[in-house]
């Protein structure tokens, strides 16, 4: 609407509707024509080229007019049916590498990743005893977990995919491929892929180190690097243990791993196999209810992978992982109407076949993989035909 106001004495004040001729009442039923200025800006820059060193991340710099070329070492990526250059990667992903990792005040896996970007750790006990790992708001049973691009994440729960038998001293590098774009791995990730790369030694090396620390802390280390004409060969022994800094936090994990690489006349061989074990204290870990809990897990894994070379590349891959687990509702002095411990075992065996054929047209890549899970119980699930003894327990069945 349209008002007409008289100032008079300092004051505002209304007259009458205005009947102006582009007044709103006198275009009601009328036919209104809006028109648009368009106005278009143009501006033209010059590059100037800075005198000062320009950051190491770019391929050239320019000093005194000059230019120099600046060569960077490619990073390619493993996390990928074809391996890429990262530069040349059209999903979000980051890699952390070995210098980040010795840079990083880290003592284990879930502390290092819990400070990269977009991925959310949630851990239990002290020195990522337990952690769940989660990407972009997912859950922790939506984010697959690999070492050396092989799928080790457990089908129970994402409680125990971080049951790895590596420490960081064994890793070259992480990739973290996050998003939709992960599912070419399979079902696991929905929201994203970790693939943990170990690492290879280029020279015959030996490392080893001790720390110890309050409440009967000590982790050790010790690890070799073996390297001849055809063959690398890396081997690592680590463990960890505390009395813990309150009641029931204790811990004890050790790990052992290898990897051996033989170069063939169809391509390298790639072996791996590795051994993880864990007891702790799990203080309130599920529920305050019970803060008396006590679990003990050990996981063994092994996988042999071809890795030929050239435009067509045609990659096997056979795995077998086996978790086992055994959970404590009450560490001491249970109660009458509690019966028997939580035990499982879970078995995971698979295959896989990744075909990648590189032209002139681009990268022409393909897979096909089998993966059989199967999980074993004496307090869940169907009940089985015929039972089943429990490895390494004295009169306990899967039932």
């Known amino acids: 609407m349209?008002?007409?106001?008289?100032?008079?004495?300092?004051?505002?004040?209304?007259?009458?509707?205005?009947?102006?001729?582009?007044?709103?009442?006198?275009?009601?039923?009328?036919?209104?024509?809006?028109?648009?200025?368009?106005?278009?800006?143009?501006?033209?820059?010059?590059?100037?080229?800075?005198?000062?060193?320009?950051?190491?991340?770019?391929?050239?710099?320019?000093a005194d007019e000059d230019l120099h070329e600046e060569l960077l070492d490619e990073v390619v990526i493993s996390s990928s049916k074809a391996p890429m250059l990262q530069s040349e990667l059209m999903r979000v992903i980051q890699v952390i590498n070995r210098k980040d990792i010795e840079r990083s005040p880290a003592g284990d896996l879930?502390?290092?990743?819990?400070?990269?970007r977009g991925v959310d750790i949630r851990q239990r006990g002290s020195f990522g005893i337990q952690?769940?790992?989660?990407?972009?708001?997912?859950?922790?049973?939506?984010?697959?977990?690999?070492?050396?691009?092989?799928?080790?994440?457990?089908?129970?729960?994402?409680?125990?995919?971080?049951?790895?038998?590596?420490?960081?001293?064994?890793i070259e590098r992480i990739e973290i491929?996050?998003?939709p774009g992960a599912r070419l791995f399979g079902p696991n990730a929905f929201n994203g892929a970790i693939n943990i790369i170990t690492r290879t030694p280029e020279e015959n090396f030996m490392n080893a180190s001790i720390c110890v620390g309050q409440h009967n802390y000590a982790n050790a280390n010790l690890s070799l690097g073996y390297k001849s004409e055809k063959t690398n060969n890396y081997i690592s022994?680590?463990?960890?243990?505390?009395?813990?800094?309150?009641?029931?936090?204790?811990?004890?994990?050790?790990?052992?791993?290898?990897?051996?690489?033989?170069?063939?006349?169809?391509?390298?061989?790639?072996?791996?196999?590795?051994?993880?074990?864990k007891a702790f204290g799990a203080n309130s870990f599920y529920t305050p209810r019970f803060p008396n809990q006590f679990e003990e897990t050990s996981t063994i894994f092994t996988s042999i992978a071809l890795k030929p070379e050239g435009k067509v590349n045609i990659k096997p891959t056979i795995y077998w992982r086996r978790h086992s687990d055994r959970f404590e509702l009450f560490r001491s002095d249970p109660p009458d109407w509690y019966n028997t411990h939580n035990y499982h075992m879970t078995n995971v065996a698979g295959a896989n076949i990744s075909t990648s054929i590189i032209s002139t047209l681009g990268i022409f890549s393909a897979g096909l993989d089998y993966r059989f899970e199967d999980i074993y119980s004496n307090v869940l699930g169907y009940e089985m035909l015929k039972p089943r003894a429990a490895t390494g327990y004295d009169n306990i069945y899967y039932d």
């Open 177 to 179: 491929l996050q998003g």
């Open 110 to 116: 879930a502390g290092l990743l819990e400070h990269i």
């Open 2 to 62: 349209n008002y007409i106001f008289y100032n008079t004495s300092g004051k505002i004040r209304f007259k009458h509707w205005s009947r102006k001729s582009y007044a709103v009442f006198n275009s009601l039923g009328k036919v209104i024509h809006i028109s648009v200025l368009a106005f278009c800006c143009s501006i033209i820059s010059e590059p100037a080229f800075s005198k000062e060193k320009v950051n190491s991340a770019s391929k050239y710099t320019y």
């Open 131 to 170: 952690a769940d790992v989660s990407i972009r708001g997912g859950t922790f049973d939506q984010t697959m977990i690999l070492v050396n691009g092989v799928n080790i994440t457990d089908p129970q729960t994402g409680h125990h995919s971080f049951n790895l038998a590596v420490s960081l001293h064994d």
């Open 237 to 277: 022994v680590s463990g960890k243990r505390s009395d813990g800094y309150t009641d029931n936090t204790d811990f004890n994990r050790a790990n052992f791993y290898f990897r051996n690489q033989t170069e063939t006349n169809i391509g390298i061989i790639d072996f791996q196999s590795g051994y993880n074990t």
